[in-house]
Every structure is written in C-alpha cells, then in structure tokens.
C-alpha cells in the first residue's frame, strides 16, 4: 500500500493541479491508489477544481489540513527557505505523523513538478533504508559549510518513504528537535535539516526522477564545475543515461526559469502548457520578471556568451552568497552558545 502526497498553499494551486494530473494521466496503469495533499488555505474552489481532476481519472484524492503546522513552524519564528520558498514544505517533514499506518510507503512529489512517465519503479523498489530521494546539485562550498563535504547531499522535492522505518527510528522527533535547536541556522531551511537528520540513511534514486530542467541542455563538465568536483555527485554515465528518460520535471528557479514566468526558456514549458489546458484552469496569466532583474541578466550571459561563462558567473555569484550563509552561521552560533 502506497500513497501520494502533494503540499502547497492557494498560490499554488494551479500548480500542484498540473502536477496531479500528470502523475494521474500517465499512470493509468497503476492500481488504485491514494493522493494526499497537505493543504495550507487552499480555497473551496480550487479544492473543487482538484477534486475533478481526480474524478477524470477515477482516483481518491484526500485534503489534510496543515494551517496548524505552519502556524507551528510561524511561531518558531523560522522563515521562509531561499528562491521562492514557502513554509508549506516544512510540511514534508512530518507526513509520517499524519499519513494513515496502512501505507506502507508514502511517495512525496512538490507541487511544482511535471510527471512524463511510470512511478511504477518508485512503488516498488526495495527500501533499505527510511527514505530514498535524488542527490540535489547544492554547490561543494555550502556543502562543507554545514558539514556535507564527504557525503551526499539530497533534494527533497521527490521523497520516497518507508513508513516503518521512519516511525522506527522517530525521524518526526528528531526533526522537530533539530528544528527547534537551530531555526534559521541553515540557508535552505527544511531540507539542510532533512539532510542532516537522515545522514547516510537515504537510497540514491536515479535523476530521472527529480530533474531539473537545465539537466537536458548542460554539459556533464559544466554540471561538476558549478556543483564542484570535490562534491559527491553521480557519474557520468549515470548523468547521461538517465536524464534521456526523465520521469517527473522540477521546475526549480533556474537561468532556465520556471514555466509560468513570461520569458522563459525552459524546454519543458510547452509540455507544461499543454497539461493547463487539460486541467479546469484551462489558461493562466504569466508572471512576470523585470528586464534588469538578475534571471534577465543571466539568460543574456548564456545567449552571448555560452554556458560555461554563465555557470562561471553562478559560482562566483554562489561564492559570495555562502560566505554571507558562513556568516549567518557564526553568528548564530556565538548568540547561542
């Protein structure tokens, strides 16, 4: 038994909808299965829209809400992550709380995903160990900052998890103390903690299951330059094979942008487009971005210049941006010794 859990809040509930409805249009062959989603306000509206998508294809989809959790995290004072980030995906930490004990496995996926094929593999591979993700491209510099120098370092926009274990081993307890010990320690909030909670207890997933949309276009070398070649990264082969056959799209920010925005230049915007139409928002308007803004700037450079010169400018920048996080750091640290 297997479920599928989504979290957002109402600003994204075009989003997480588009998403639903990929996993649903290509996984027909699935047996029946769940779909949770940890509402953060999402209005009766959207929740109706959401609840047709599902009745299209014949699925469960359940609401949970998690206006409590946040309020919980909001009272912490912990803020938001960096890019966009939003205090719903703190959430993601604590699903094995709140997630039926018949599931054996909860299949996680951020609402700002595109799902082209099976998670069939997703559903069935062997879990060793409590949760299973894809190894994220967080620069070696902030790595070594909060310790990750010689170890993996995971995305947490797709988790697979393996419930027993997890309650096994009481990670929910453990990641509300780490919270608790060190709000707004960390530069990438949730998932640094994620990461340092579950050290060396998370499978490699291959990264068709979480790529990025810059994946498709950038050379190997340049992936490794900006991730750092001191880092623990996949091979090259592994790079190369799997992201030909990419199953979900996270459509992380990126010189790329996200699909939504006016301008971008994401190769996988068409294919998101098509999926709007299909839902019951149908159209959308773009976001935009102002013409000096820095996603602007960036995507100048990578015309002009070609993609090493922009990965260049994204590590220098990289590289004054985590010395300000070591900062952070210290000083968070010398408040709170």
């Known amino acids: 038994m297997f479920c599928v859990c989504y979290t957002c809040d109402n600003n994204y509930a075009l989003q997480v909808g588009v998403a639903i409805y990929s996993l649903y249009d290509n996984n027909r062959d699935l047996p029946p299965f769940d779909t949770i989603l940890f509402s953060d306000g999402i209005s009766d509206e959207n929740k109706a829209r959401l609840k047709s998508i599902a009745a299209e294809f014949d699925r469960n989809l359940d609401f949970i809400e998690s206006t ?168 090259k082969p592994e790079f190369e094979y799997e992201r030909k056959t990419p199953c979900i799209i996270h459509m992380v920010y990126s010189v790329a942008d996200r699909p939504w925005v006016k301008g971008n230049i994401n190769e996988y915007s068409e294919r998101w487009v098509e999926y709007v139409k299909k839902t019951p928002w149908k159209t959308f308007p773009y976001k935009t971005r102002k013409f000096y803004s820095r996603t602007r700037i960036m995507q100048w450079i990578l015309k002009i210049f070609g993609e090493k010169a922009e990965i260049r400018v994204e590590v220098l920048r990289n590289k004054k941006k985590f010395a300000k996080a070591r900062k952070k750091i210290e000083e968070y640290d010398q408040k709170n010794r």
């Open 68 to 235: 409590h959790i946040i309020d919980f995290i909001k009272g912490k004072g912990i803020a938001a992550s960096v890019d966009d980030g939003a205090l719903s995906t703190y959430v993601r930490l604590f699903l094995g709380n709140y997630i039926d004990e018949r599931y054996d496995r909860i299949i996680y996926i951020d609402a700002d995903t595109l799902v082209l094929d099976s998670i069939r593999e997703l559903t069935e591979i062997e879990m060793t160990n409590p949760a299973a993700a894809v190894i994220d491209i967080m620069p070696y510099d902030y790595r070594k900052l909060i310790g990750f120098a010689d170890s993996y370092y995971f995305n947490c926009g797709v988790l697979v998890m393996d419930t027993k274990k997890w309650r096994e081993e009481d990670f929910d307890r453990q990641l509300l103390e780490r919270i608790e010990d060190s709000p707004n320690r960390f530069l990438f909030g949730d998932q640094d903690i994620f990461n340092i909670v579950l050290r060396d207890k998370v499978t490699v997933l291959p990264i068709k299951y979480n790529l990025f949309p810059y994946y498709g276009r950038i050379k190997y070398e340049n992936m490794c330059m900006f991730v750092g070649k001191e880092a623990k990264y996949y091979s």
